[in-house]
């Protein structure tokens, strides 16, 4: 029942939903692991569940300390799949709609100031060019573009040689669900990328590489963990201790400061929603002080 069960699962979300492979991957270990609390349960056909051994497993997994923001998920996704399976004859009701969506705490990640990402990309650059490695080239091209450009890691992992165009100064790029969207990227970026074409791609290409932008060491199109790690150690010029995802968020902090709208930003970022935008980006004190003695007739 499982196998067939999840194997059904699993295509609903690929072919009707258009989930990317993270999103997909996430769902299907929820439902994996809420089907091993059924079975210990004693639970062997679906039309003995009830709304209780939904509470029951998301008790066990609260118990063992999860993050808010993971039960969260978990209950999204759980409505999400009972949904489906009253939808597809699996339940006679969509026990999962009375779940209450407990609202996460907004907990801003930690970003760099303007000078502290400047401080990043120009260590980079001066070793780039006192150790003009291939591997040191491709470096300061990746934490480039993803300072310059917002985007997610797994949209730099993603892009391909003919995604970036040099007429426009953008990048095309596949994000969530398959979502294509144009990225605007700056001069230095694209100075950057360049040189890494020129200098460091030959380098490590091989059969394996295709058209893949960015190369792992051994030729194959470079994957999330070593940019994680990329830019993990560039962080340490500024002692910050940041991911890609500190860097995107950083990237649209400092765009807001610069003056572009919400909408703007959400367009760069690829958010479907607005809410998500300012979730992610907050104004620094000195913008809303500066905001309120140029607007207010009282400051």
Known sequence: MSAALITQYEEHLAMVRNLSDNSIRGYVTDLESFLKHMSKLGIVEFNQLEIEHIRSWLANLQSTGVARSTLTRRIVSIRAFTNWAAANGWLNSDLGANLAVPKPHKVLPEVLNIEEAITVLKALEVKSVEEPSALNIRDLALVEVLYGSGIRVSELCGL????????????????????????????????????????????????????????????????QRTVREVVYEAMKAVGASMGPHGLRHSAATHLLEGGADLRTVQEILGHASLATTQIYTHVSPERLQSAYKQAHPRA
């Open 160 to 223: 391909n040689l003919g995604d970036v165009d040099r007429s426009r100064n953008t990048l095309n790029v596949i994000g969530k669900g398959d979502k294509q969207r144009v990225v605007p990227v700056g001069m230095p970026a694209m100075a950057t990328i360049d040189n890494y074409l020129n200098k460091g791609r030959s380098e490590f290409a091989n059969q394996s590489s295709q058209d893949a932008l960015f190369l792992g060491s051994r030729g194959k199109r470079i994957d």
